[in-house]
């Protein structure tokens, strides 16, 4: 059984640094893409940061370069998104997303998300 679970949201002033943390199980970790995404209400989900395979380099959106660090632990099959200086803007629910492509099939899972406030 597939899971993959968030943790590490919350309430956070403009300025200040949060970790999240997703354990994932089920798959194999190392042959996925893991990602970060987020989603406001009334908005479409937006990519975040990817860490991909094979050690390649990390992607970010040009609205969190510089201020995110995505990285992956595939002893503990365990990616995580350190945001420093984060803004009001980057209130969201951040979900935790494992992908893997090959030929031309396609393995995607979720995590039900958590909580990101960034709020005086």
């Known amino acids: 059984q597939v899971q993959l679970v968030e943790s590490g949201g919350g309430l956070v002033q403009p300025g200040g640094s949060l970790r999240l943390s997703c354990a994932a199980s089920?798959?194999?970790?190392?042959?996925?893409?893991m990602n970060w995404y987020r989603q406001v209400p009334g908005k479409d989900r937006e990519f975040v940061a990817s860490?991909?395979?094979?050690?390649?380099?990390?992607a970010y959106a040009d609205s969190v370069k510089g201020r995110f660090t995505i990285s992956r632990d595939n002893v503990k099959n365990t990616v995580y998104l350190q945001m420093n200086s984060l803004k009001p803007e980057d209130t969201a629910v951040y979900y935790c997303?494992?992908?893997?492509?090959?030929?031309?099939?396609?393995?995607?899972?979720w995590g039900q998300g958590t909580q990101v406030t960034v709020s005086p």
């Open positions: 089920g798959f194999t970790f190392s042959s996925y893409s």
């Open positions: 860490s991909p395979i094979n050690d390649h380099a990390p």
């Open positions: 997303n494992a992908l893997s492509l090959w030929l031309l099939k396609k393995w995607e899972y």
